[in-house]
């Protein structure tokens, strides 16, 4: 028998913000590199001293849509985007100077410490990280492996907005040793943000493997009684742009058998693992990573099911006869 609880844990960090890329790099009006003429940098110099001799631009999350689910917990990261050092400064490394950061990307009256700053999304927030650093205004630091620009929820009232509907989207100026002068990194933000009403319901359900006799398992790994099912999700509303699910197992996985659930510790039988794998494809469920919802539509939402199999496979040298209980804990995803 299989069983498969009610999620606790309804939403989880989002790691792709809209369908197509997300780590879009289209900046308008705005030159990837370029050098600023002297009247140009005159002028930023004199909103902010630290600007350097050339400035680099980089728009984080690009021009699509974030969709969040309206009840998100406060501090729940929303989405992600990237830069590795050779995007941000041209190197494998990047000694950090200083930066100047700007509460919803306003440039004239918006300076803070940081590291948070409120967009200008009412109930979202962003900070930098560097290689998992806090960026803040004073910090000098070295960047290495990734700096990750963050979006999460905050305290304010949930609504709908984007991200660059201020007078300015300046949100982090970042200045690193390049030459004489050192350089600049400028990240603005972009993309629309909607907040949708409710989530997806996910209800118990128990999968039931036909009885089998131990003899018909020839060794390890041999597999009997597959059973297919569909994995239900209720009441799903419309507007995602995309729906994730993942399997947590309550009691473990069993090591070299890829897909294979732990029995439950009232189990008697022995030498025996439940494995999942996917109803179309067969392959093994890799546990507590998102996979997408396939159903689910957004211009509809609704109830979607996920096609899944289910089968006894030996795990030991030994089988031996008795009672088999496996679970997991479904988890969703929303972006």
């Not at 790691?15 to 900046?27: E, M, N």
């Not at 984080?60 to 992600?80: E, H, K």
């Not at 007078?167 to 030459?179: I, L, R």
Request: aromatic share 8%.
């Amino acid at each position: 028998m299989l069983r498969f609880r009610q999620s606790t844990v309804w939403n989880r960090t989002v790691h792709a913000v809209h369908a197509g890329d997300a780590r879009t790099r289209d900046v308008p009006q705005r030159p990837r590199k370029a050098r600023l003429c002297t009247t140009v940098l005159l002028a930023a110099t004199a909103l902010a001293p630290s600007v350097a001799a050339a400035t680099n631009f980089f728009t984080a999350f690009g021009s699509g849509s974030i969709t969040v689910p309206s009840t998100t917990p406060q501090g729940t990261v929303l989405a992600r985007d990237y830069l590795t050092p050779q995007e941000f400064c041209g190197a494998s490394t990047c000694q950090i100077t200083g930066a100047s950061l700007a509460n919803k990307g306003n440039i004239i009256w918006g300076w803070t410490d940081g590291p948070d700053l409120e967009t200008n999304v009412s109930g979202v927030s962003t900070r930098m990280l560097i290689d998992g650093v806090p960026l803040t205004q004073s910090s000098p630091m070295t960047l290495r492996n990734m700096a990750e620009v963050q979006l999460f929820r905050d305290s304010r009232t949930a609504k709908n907005g984007s991200l660059n509907s201020g007078s300015f989207s300046q949100y982090f100026s970042v200045n690193y040793k390049s030459g004489l002068l050192g350089d600049t990194t400028i990240v603005y933000l972009s993309a629309s943000v909607t907040f949708i009403q409710g989530t997806c319901s996910v209800p118990d359900q128990t999968v039931t493997l036909p009885s089998v006799q131990h003899h018909v398992f020839t060794g390890v790994g041999s597999t009997a009684g597959t059973t297919e099912f569909q994995l239900r999700l209720n009441n799903c509303p419309a507007g995602y742009n995309r729906v994730g699910y993942q399997l947590s197992p309550l009691d473990g996985v069993v090591a070299d058998s890829s897909g294979t659930l732990q029995l439950r510790p009232d189990a008697t039988a022995k030498g025996i693992g439940i494995r999942i794998t996917d109803g179309v494809s067969g392959e093994a469920m890799t546990f507590q990573k998102s996979h997408t919802v396939t159903s689910y539509r957004s211009s509809t939402g609704g109830s979607p099911s996920i096609p899944l199999r289910a089968s006894y496979v030996q795990t030991g040298d030994t089988v031996r006869g008795g009672s088999v209980r496996a679970a997991a804990q479904v988890l969703l995803d929303y972006q």
